[in-house]
């Protein structure tokens, strides 16, 4: 169980995610949570907020102490959400080997390839509007193709599934709005059925073949591998959408940058540093398995703890220049893709992706330009936008 047990006053902190300014730019307000309470309790969300780099880095690896499966502090997780996310070592490393194996057998030349041609046909189609948004218009349709193509399915009809992805995001701010539950576990019980479909009927080549092929390696109930299979689509379809949304407007901010990449050997480390500045992953939760502290405070078992993975990746003590884009960075230990036993899986896939977009921007008919202001969306988890006006009309 959370337990606000004898929490001091001096660690309370106003901290309202979803506040609009907050939404619109969270960076200063990180800066000031990392310079003043680096460990604070949020009432509202029962969980200890860690903000430092070091400090989030170390609760991540550390899976022994920080459990993801809450099942190891006595808790309930329904069958429905098991899968490689409610799993830590050592139970869940054959799993996690099974999809990382697949993901990694698949083509991802060709799936970059035919993902820039699908990126320039929208570009075409969009190249006299006066205005599209291009989260509805781009972002969407191309991270739904390039999902479903890595995994080898059928691409689900967009406007539903958007649906499906937007009550999941939701569902991930629980703790702030306990009203998401249901619609998201609904989301998540719609979309595993899909999933179950493409388990008897799918034969294309794909992620799905040869994770099917290999099962048996996992070792775990059958619908660890369905639910892995249903939250690996999902987490790859929700991320890169969000990605593509904050990386356009990081571009369309500073147009210098994107100039810089036409310089092919800079497109890796500033994919990488596009994600470190302004990525979706804002935080995770991990609940301590025993007593411990984190600088002076003292954690105790069953306590949920909060790693604000975005506040980290702006820490001075980590990253030089950090509030400064630098397509060159390098090493650039962020954790945008998280860390530990439960990083991404789909760290190359994500970057591969994001690579095609700013190519795409780099060989599009004009320049972008931004046509009217951006809509953040209502999330915390997960930093997206809604709605991102834009032109390639000069
Ligand atoms: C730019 C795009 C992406 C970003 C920023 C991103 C970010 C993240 C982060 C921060 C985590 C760790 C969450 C935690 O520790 O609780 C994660 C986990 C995960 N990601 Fe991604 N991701 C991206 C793309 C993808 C793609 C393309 C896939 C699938 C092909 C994917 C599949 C997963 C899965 C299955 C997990 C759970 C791993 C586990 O719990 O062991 N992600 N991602």
């Not at 190891?72 to 070592?89: A, C, H, N």
């Not at 054959?94 to 820039?116: C, E, H, P, T, Y």
Request: hydrophobic share 40%.
């Amino acid at each position: 169980m959370n337990s606000p047990l004898h929490v001091p006053t001096t660690h309370k902190v106003r901290y309202d995610p979803l506040d609009p300014d907050t939404l619109t730019s969270p960076y200063a307000l990180y800066a000031h949570l990392r310079e003043t309470t680096p460990v604070f309790w949020h009432e509202q969300m029962e969980s200890w907020v860690l903000t430092r780099y070091r400090d989030c880095r170390e609760v991540l690896r550390d899976y022994r102490l920080f459990a993801r499966d809450r099942r190891r502090v006595g808790e309930d997780v329904p069958e429905f959400r098991q899968s490689i996310q409610s799993l830590d070592p050592p139970a869940q490393t054959s799993l996690r080997g099974l999809f990382i194996n697949s993901l990694r057998a698949q083509d991802f030349d060709g799936i970059g390839r035919r993902s820039q041609r699908q990126i320039a046909d929208i570009f075409q189609r969009l190249s006299d509007r006066a205005e599209f948004n291009w989260m509805t218009e781009v972002a969407a349709p191309v991270s739904l193709t390039i999902t479903a193509e890595l995994l080898g399915v059928d691409e689900p009809e967009l406007g539903p599934y958007v649906q499906i992805s937007d009550a999941l995001a939701r569902r991930m701010d629980s703790g702030l709005l306990p009203s998401t539950v249901e619609a998201g576990d609904q989301a998540r019980k719609d979309f595993n059925a899909l999933v179950d479909s493409w388990f008897e009927t799918n034969d294309r080549p794909g992620t799905l073949h040869d994770v099917r092929e290999n099962a048996a390696k996992a070792k775990v109930p059958e619908h660890y591998i369905r639910n892995t299979t249903s939250v690996t689509f999902n987490a790859s379809f929700g991320t890169v959408y969000a990605t593509a949304g904050n990386v356009a407007l990081t571009l369309l901010q500073h147009p210098e940058a994107l100039e810089q990449l036409r310089n092919e050997s800079l497109l890796d480390t500033g994919v990488d540093e596009l994600i470190r500045f302004d990525g979706p992953a804002q935080g995770t939760s991990r609940v301590a398995t025993r007593r411990t502290t984190i600088r002076d405070t003292v954690i105790e078992p069953g306590q949920t703890v909060l790693t604000l993975m975005a506040a980290a990746n702006r820490d001075p003590e980590q990253f030089p220049r950090a509030d400064e884009l630098v397509l060159d960075r390098s090493p650039n230990q962020h954790l945008g893709f998280g860390w530990g036993p439960h990083a991404c899986l789909g760290t190359m896939f994500g970057q591969l992706a994001v690579k095609q977009l700013v190519i795409g921007l780099l060989n599009a008919p004009a320049p972008l330009r931004l046509a009217g202001a951006p809509v953040r969306r209502r999330t915390a988890t997960v930093r997206s936008l809604d709605v991102l006006p834009v032109t390639f009309r000069q």
